[in-house]
Structures are given as structure tokens and as C-alpha cells.
């Protein structure tokens, strides 16, 4: 190369944001659900005794109003409008039928947590206004009969607005963690399809460069074995040759297919590969002028890999489609101040119906590797006949 300096809610359904129980893994907050109904059936039971001396009815009714308020818990989160429901309608029978309240009540505020936690406002505010309204049809009278102060009545209910407050707060954290979450997956996906797409150009270049000239070269010994002996042999010696290159960057391809690793980490080729690039393209009959304009630049490794796939997809192009009057090659790569440009011309016929937008892998694996670096690449047939490929790629800046 010559160089030139030059979840289920019981009737209700929760928001699609948030995580319900029926899709969370096998857990055991069920335990925890457990743990408190007893806790709040045995932080009852010393009641059950202010109604048992004489009144053992009155004391059993107590007992079965508990048990009706804290069991509805155990599902709460799989069901929670279906369980405070029935909690909030238990809570409002022993009301009417006089019974006093009691410490199993606390399963309303409970309950409404949950909702709060779990469903849209539209669901959890009403459940709210009730729960607020529950002490004052519960308390108002014992404050009237001076039985208890006001005190009694408000604690309840900034017990219960508070209560709701925590829910919404706890159900817009869990919606915040569910969308970053899908935005970790859609990016492992956008991420996994360029890995997929970079090692698909990959091999595509490997692929169609080896090979094509292994055919070529393949094709000419053939031709000439029983003309040039010797020259077959030479021929097919470099057939071997690029065999060999061909599947020791098979191998590492599909190493990283198999270990998973990163493909910018790899030893890629670059433009100092450029000298054996010629002369695998020349072996296969055609002359291949490289000129470089400038200094060789210190080029980022994507670019530089970038450049040198650039010009081999041209040089397979202009073999592959280039025809029988296919004889030379041009490839002239100019350093500006902070652009590389690539040109690539040939004199063949280039691909049939080419109007600088021709179908194939590899006109388009070198659109994608332009684009990805902001350069600009112009392709189509020459006026004086043969095929040119013109790609820039900024290399100046942060490049």
C-alpha cells in the first residue's frame, strides 16, 4: 500500500404499573399477614372479659366480631378491595348492633393501607371517606353522653388519612421500581440487538471476503492447473492461507457467541491490515492500487474497524459483482483534519440496476457502520463506467 504524505382485586383491577401478588414470586408474606391477625386477635381477647361477667352472649358475639374483622387480612393482598369490604362491612354490623369498638377495628385502617397501596386513587379515596366516616358513626355518640372528649374522635381519623397517605406513597414507589425495571429490560434488549447486529456484520464480512476469495483463487488454480502447474499450486497454496485467516476469525466470533464476552474487546483488524487486504484481493487476478493521502492517524478502535470493513465489503462487492470486466481496483483513503475519507473505485460493472441504493447485506452493513459513527457513505456507478463507494467518517473532536 502506498502511502503519500498529503393482580386480582376482588372487583376492582390494579394498575398495570404495579406488581400484584398473582405475578410475584412465591413469597412469605403470608407469614407476616398470619403474625399480625393474631397479634390483633390476642391484643382484643382481654376485651371478650368485659363482656363475659353475666353477658357470656355479648362476650361470644365480640369474639366472632374479632375473628370476622382480622381473617379478611389473610388475603388482603390478593384480594384487597374484596377484603376490606367485608372487613368495613363486619365493622359497620357490630356497630348497629351496639356492640362497643374494639381493638380488632384496626383492621379497617389495615385494609385501607392496602388498598391505597394497590389500586388507583378512584378505588382507594372512597375507601377512605369511609373508614373516616366509621368513627364518627362510632364515636359521636359516646362524646355527646360525655363518655369520651374529642380527642377520642380526631386520633382515628388522622390515623386513617395518614394510613392512606403511606398506601399512595408505597404504591408510587413500587411503580417507579416496576418502570425502571422495564427500562432495564428494554435496554438489555436494545443492547442485545446491537450486539447481535455488530456480530452479524461481522460475519457477514468474514464470511464474504473469505470466501469469495477462496472461490476465486479456487476457480483460477482450476483453470490453470493443467496450463501452470506450479501457478495452480501457488494459488491454492493462498486458498489455504485465507482458509486459515477465515477461521481463526471464525473462532473468536464464535467465542464471544459462546462466553458471552464483549466484541469491542476482541483484537479487530484495521487500517495497518490494509497490506494483506491488497494482496488476497490481488491474488484472485485483479490489481489493487492503495494509496494513503497524509498521515496515518491514531484512529478509536471502532473506527479504525470500521474503515477496514468498509474497504474489504468494497473490495468483495467489486469481485463479486464486478464481472468479466473487472481488472482494477482504486482505493484512495485521505486524512483531513478531522475526517477519514474512504473512496473505492472499480472498473467492473457493478451491481446490475445500481443506483446508489442497492439491495444486499453489504452495501447495508456499511450504511450501519457509517451511520453509527455520524459519518455519510454515497455508493452507485461511476459515469465513466465501473462502481465507486464513498464513505466519511469523522474522526476529529471526541471522535
Same mark, same amino acid.
Given at each position: 500500500?502506498?502511502? +503519500?504524505? %498529503?393482580?386480582?382485586?376482588?372487583? /376492582?383491577?390494579?394498575?398495570?404499573?404495579?406488581?400484584?401478588?398473582?405475578?410475584?414470586?412465591?413469597?412469605?408474606?403470608?407469614?407476616? %399477614?398470619?403474625?399480625?391477625?393474631?397479634?390483633?386477635?390476642?391484643?382484643? *381477647?382481654? !376485651?371478650?372479659?368485659?363482656?363475659?361477667?353475666?353477658?357470656?352472649? +355479648?362476650?361470644?358475639?365480640?369474639?366472632?366480631?374479632?375473628? /370476622?374483622?382480622?381473617?379478611?387480612?389473610?388475603?388482603?393482598?390478593?384480594?384487597?378491595?374484596?377484603?376490606?369490604?367485608?372487613?368495613?362491612?363486619?365493622?359497620?354490623?357490630?356497630?348497629?348492633? $351496639?356492640?362497643?369498638?374494639?381493638?380488632?377495628?384496626?383492621?379497617?385502617?389495615?385494609?385501607?393501607?392496602?388498598?391505597?397501596?394497590?389500586?388507583?386513587?378512584?378505588? #382507594?379515596?372512597?375507601?377512605? *371517606?369511609?373508614?373516616?366516616?366509621?368513627?364518627? =358513626?362510632? !364515636?359521636?355518640?359516646?362524646?355527646?353522653?360525655?363518655?369520651?372528649?374529642?380527642?377520642?374522635? #380526631?386520633?382515628?381519623?388522622?390515623?386513617? /388519612?395518614?394510613?392512606?397517605?403511606?398506601?399512595?406513597?408505597?404504591?408510587?414507589?413500587?411503580?417507579?421500581?416496576?418502570?425502571?425495571?422495564?427500562?432495564? @429490560?428494554?435496554?438489555?434488549?436494545?443492547?442485545?440487538?446491537?450486539?447481535?447486529?455488530? *456480530?452479524?456484520?461481522?460475519?457477514? %464480512?468474514?464470511?464474504?471476503?473469505?470466501? $469469495?476469495?477462496?472461490?476465486?483463487?479456487?476457480?483460477?488454480? /482450476?483453470?490453470?492447473?493443467?496450463?501452470?502447474?506450479?501457478?495452480?499450486?501457488?494459488?491454492?497454496?493462498? =486458498?489455504?492461507?485465507?482458509?486459515?485467516?477465515?477461521? =481463526? %476469525?471464525?473462532?473468536?466470533?464464535?467465542?464471544?457467541?459462546?462466553?458471552?464476552?464483549?466484541?469491542?474487546?476482541?483484537?479487530?483488524?484495521?487500517?495497518?491490515?490494509?497490506?494483506?487486504?491488497?494482496?488476497?484481493? @490481488?491474488?484472485?487476478?485483479?490489481? =489493487?492500487?492503495?494509496?494513503?493521502?497524509?498521515?496515518?492517524? +491514531?484512529?478509536?478502535?471502532?473506527?479504525?474497524?470500521?474503515?477496514?470493513?468498509?474497504?474489504?465489503?468494497?473490495?468483495?462487492?467489486?469481485?463479486?459483482?464486478?464481472?468479466?470486466?473487472?481488472?482494477?481496483?482504486?482505493?484512495?483513503?485521505?486524512?483531513?483534519?478531522?475526517?477519514?475519507?474512504?473512496?473505492?473505485?472499480?472498473?467492473?460493472?457493478?451491481?446490475? $440496476?445500481?443506483?446508489?441504493?442497492?439491495?444486499?447485506?453489504?452495501?447495508?452493513?456499511?450504511?450501519?457502520?457509517?451511520?453509527?459513527?455520524?459519518?455519510?457513505?454515497?455508493?452507485?456507478?461511476?459515469?465513466?463506467?465501473?462502481?465507486?463507494?464513498?464513505?466519511?467518517?469523522?474522526?476529529?473532536?471526541?471522535?
Amino acid at each position: 500500500m502506498r502511502t +503519500e504524505r %498529503d393482580t386480582r382485586t376482588g372487583g /376492582a383491577s390494579t394498575d398495570a404499573s404495579v406488581d400484584g401478588p398473582a405475578r410475584q414470586k412465591p413469597s412469605r408474606w403470608w407469614l407476616v %399477614d398470619l403474625v399480625l391477625v393474631l397479634g390483633l386477635l390476642a391484643y382484643t *381477647i382481654p !376485651f371478650f372479659a368485659g363482656y363475659f361477667p353475666g353477658r357470656s352472649l +355479648e362476650g361470644a358475639g365480640v369474639a366472632i366480631v374479632a375473628v /370476622a374483622l382480622c381473617v379478611p387480612l389473610l388475603v388482603r393482598r390478593r384480594y384487597p378491595l374484596a377484603s376490606f369490604t367485608v372487613i368495613f362491612v363486619v365493622a359497620s354490623a357490630h356497630l348497629a348492633l $351496639g356492640l362497643a369498638p374494639i381493638p380488632a377495628d384496626l383492621a379497617l385502617v389495615i385494609g385501607l393501607y392496602t388498598v391505597a397501596s394497590r389500586l388507583p386513587v378512584r378505588w #382507594s379515596l372512597p375507601a377512605l *371517606i369511609l373508614v373516616v366516616g366509621w368513627p364518627l =358513626v362510632a !364515636f359521636v355518640p359516646r362524646v355527646r353522653a360525655g363518655e369520651a372528649d374529642f380527642d377520642l374522635l #380526631s386520633l382515628p381519623v388522622v390515623l386513617a /388519612a395518614w394510613i392512606w397517605t403511606w398506601g399512595l406513597l408505597t404504591r408510587s414507589r413500587r411503580q417507579r421500581a416496576g418502570e425502571q425495571a422495564r427500562q432495564r @429490560e428494554a435496554y438489555a434488549r436494545v443492547v442485545a440487538a446491537e450486539e447481535r447486529n455488530l *456480530i452479524a456484520r461481522e460475519l457477514h %464480512d468474514i464470511v464474504s471476503h473469505s470466501l $469469495g476469495t477462496m472461490v476465486v483463487m479456487a476457480d483460477g488454480a /482450476a483453470h490453470q492447473s493443467s496450463i501452470e502447474p506450479r501457478r495452480a499450486g501457488e494459488m491454492m497454496t493462498r =486458498v489455504g492461507e485465507a482458509g486459515r485467516s477465515a477461521m =481463526v %476469525d471464525m473462532r473468536r466470533m464464535l467465542g464471544v457467541l459462546r462466553d458471552g464476552d464483549d466484541v469491542a474487546r476482541m483484537p479487530q483488524p484495521g487500517l495497518t491490515d490494509l497490506d494483506r487486504l491488497v494482496e488476497q484481493t @490481488e491474488a484472485t487476478g485483479v490489481r =489493487v492500487d492503495a494509496t494513503m493521502h497524509g498521515e496515518r492517524p +491514531e484512529l478509536p478502535p471502532g473506527v479504525d474497524l470500521a474503515a477496514y470493513r468498509i474497504v474489504q465489503e468494497a473490495f468483495t462487492n467489486a469481485r463479486k459483482h464486478g464481472g468479466l470486466m473487472l481488472s482494477e481496483i482504486q482505493a484512495t483513503i485521505t486524512v483531513h483534519a478531522e475526517e477519514l475519507e474512504l473512496r473505492i473505485r472499480d472498473d467492473g460493472q457493478g451491481p446490475r $440496476g445500481a443506483d446508489g441504493k442497492v439491495p444486499g447485506h453489504g452495501l447495508v452493513g456499511m450504511r450501519e457502520r457509517v451511520t453509527a459513527y455520524g459519518g455519510s457513505l454515497h455508493t452507485g456507478p461511476r459515469p465513466g463506467g465501473g462502481f465507486e463507494v464513498r464513505a466519511v467518517l469523522p474522526v476529529g473532536g471526541g471522535a
